[in-house]
Structures are given as structure tokens and as C-alpha cells.
């Protein structure tokens, strides 16, 4: 079973990570409770970075399809 998302909401998926990530550290500074800034904290840098190796590995997977040849091998 596979997942079919419309295009503009893949290509916002990894602002979207980053977006929330950098809304979680930030809480983090805000919160004083005993355990919750630790937990925005790592939760947010985990955010931060799914959302960059998201971008960068479709940006990579960009150029280098961009660099082969599309016809297929039968052909």
C-alpha cells in the first residue's frame, strides 16, 4: 500500500518539518515545567533534521537524475 500525497503538499513537507522543528525549540525557551524543555528541544532538533535530510536528499536525487540519460535501456 503506498501513500500518494498531491505535489505541492510533498514539495512543502520539509519546510514543513523544519517550520515545526524551529516552532519547538523555541517553545523549549519558553517552557519552565520540569521535563518539557528538554523534550521540545530534542524533539525539535529531530524535526529540524528530518526536515534537512529530506530536502537535501531530494535536491541530490535532483541533479543526478538530471545528469542521466531518461530514455529507458530497451529502447
Not at 529540524?48 to 536528499?57: E, H, M, T
Not at 531530494?58 to 529502447?75: K, V
Amino acid at each position: 500500500m503506498s501513500l500518494w500525497l498531491a505535489k505541492p503538499i510533498y514539495e512543502f513537507l520539509p519546510y514543513l518539518y523544519m517550520l515545526i522543528g524551529v516552532l519547538l525549540v523555541g517553545s523549549s525557551w519558553l517552557v519552565h515545567a520540569s521535563a518539557w524543555p528538554a523534550a521540545l528541544l530534542i524533539g525539535g532538533c529531530v524535526a529540524l533534521l528530518a526536515g534537512l535530510v529530506i530536502w537535501l536528499r531530494r535536491r541530490d536525487y535532483r541533479t543526478t537524475q538530471a545528469q542521466y540519460n531518461s530514455r529507458s535501456l530497451d529502447e
